[in-house]
């Protein structure tokens, strides 16, 4: 049984934002084309959901997966969901709001 895929505000604002840089560096429509590729790969967590590493550390119930060696996706496994938490290009650092 596949999950659904819910992505947060925040995580909707990082993927506009590493396509913007992206594409401001380098080709727009190789920037759309990552993009959309990084958006498939979220929503392919609805097929297995507990792959990647857990991070509670950051929270409980974090969990993270690479994307390409060049992003790091964020997510949550809430009763039948994924909640894409954040998608944060080469590095950059993850922070949970209390």
Same mark, same amino acid.
């Given at each position: 049984?596949?999950?659904?895929?819910?992505?947060?505000?925040?995580?909707?604002?990082?993927?506009q934002e590493i396509e913007a840089y992206l594409a401001e560096r380098f080709y727009p429509a190789n920037a759309e084309q990552f993009v959309q590729r990084l958006t498939k790969a979220c929503l392919a967590l609805g097929a297995a959901p507990y792959r990647g590493t857990k991070r509670d550390d950051l929270a409980d119930g974090i969990r993270t997966t690479g994307f390409e060696r060049r992003a790091t996706i964020y997510f949550k496994?809430? !009763?039948?969901?994924?909640?894409i938490l954040g998608v944060l290009y080469r590095g950059r650092q993850?922070?949970? !709001?209390?």
């Open positions: 049984m596949a999950y659904s895929v819910a992505f947060s505000k925040e995580a909707e604002i990082h993927l496994v809430v !009763e039948e969901r994924v909640y993850f922070e949970i !709001e209390p």
